[in-house]
């Protein structure tokens, strides 16, 4: 793996505290180019004191370069985000979208996204003027992996309103975040299969085309989907196989991230208490 240097990223973005723009549209801060990505800042206008602030890291990929998702799969490394120098907001959240599967270029499969991705970052504006400061660790492999580091500051006045399209890129993206399923009907059904490591059988409610279906699976240890296929109106049957991280015995509070290109949905689950078929 080759360590790139400690880059600071000074992205003097659009000011929270600035005149509104019109609704629908997005203020944006400059590109910064790391020759294998490039980044940039995007948030969604009116911003107003008590009111959420809908903003966005925009990452642009090189040709043939993947960067991760929250759980990056077999190999790679997740972004990470540290907010703590912020002033003005409070619960600030990043929201992943939908991620794919791609080879991971040692024999595994890697979970992120390819070409281009915006992550949603959500808050709450407590005072004006507000501040958003963001340290990020993030990488991006292509046939090597390269680690890139630095800082973003969504402030004071320097950018002016966007491309219509930055907009529309906030929202789409904002749309590829996966809802919570609970609310689905019919309700999950999971069963223990025998053998070792252990094998679940789950049954989703999904209200699309099993045949599309993606579903990324995440736990205190290792789990992968085997199959997927489906199993009537609404329903899809997926089978997961692994087991806990070494000397924990439990594989903890399942999360299970499934959809489409259209629509996707979240859950959490309980594998462990499951007793074993016969």
């Known amino acids: 793996m080759r360590y790139a240097p400690l880059l600071a990223l000074l992205i003097a973005g659009a000011s929270l505290a600035a005149p509104c723009a019109a609704a629908g549209e997005a203020i944006v801060s400059p590109w ?13 206008t009116p911003i107003r004191p008590g009111a959420p602030l809908s903003a966005g890291l925009e990452i642009r ?43 991971d270029g040692a024999g595994g499969r890697a979970w992120g996204y390819k070409s281009s991705v915006v992550l949603p970052i959500e808050a709450q504006v407590t005072a004006l003027p ?50 919570p399923a609970s609310a689905l009907s019919p309700p999950l059904a999971a069963t223990r299969l025998p053998g070792d490591p252990p094998r679940y059988r789950i049954l989703l409610p999904f209200p699309g085309d099993a045949a599309e279906l993606a579903v990324f699976a995440e736990a205190n240890g290792f789990l992968e989907t085997l199959t997927i296929a489906p199993a009537g109106t609404g329903l899809a ?32 689950i309980d594998l462990d208490g499951l007793a074993a078929l016969p």
């Open 130 to 179: 507000a501040r958003l400061d963001l340290k990020l660790d993030f990488a991006v492999c292509g046939t090597m992996c390269i680690p890139l580091s630095g800082e973003l500051r969504l402030e004071a006045a320097t950018a002016g309103p966007a491309e219509a399209a930055s907009a529309a890129a906030l929202a789409f993206w904002r749309g590829r975040v996966p809802e």
């Open 237 to 268: 049957e997926i089978t997961l196989r692994g087991e806990p991280m070494p000397g924990t015995g439990r594989l903890g509070p399942v999360r299970l991230t499934y959809g489409d290109r259209h629509r996707a949905f979240e859950r959490v």
């Open 61 to 103: 990929l090189a040709e043939g370069f993947k960067t991760y998702w929250r759980s990056p799969g077999d190999s790679g490394v997740p972004p990470v985000f540290d907010f703590s120098r912020s002033s003005g907001l409070e619960a600030v959240t990043v929201r992943f979208p939908m991620p794919e599967t791609f080879d």
């Open 32 to 44: 910064t180019d790391f020759r294998e990505a490039k980044v940039r800042l995007v948030a969604a």
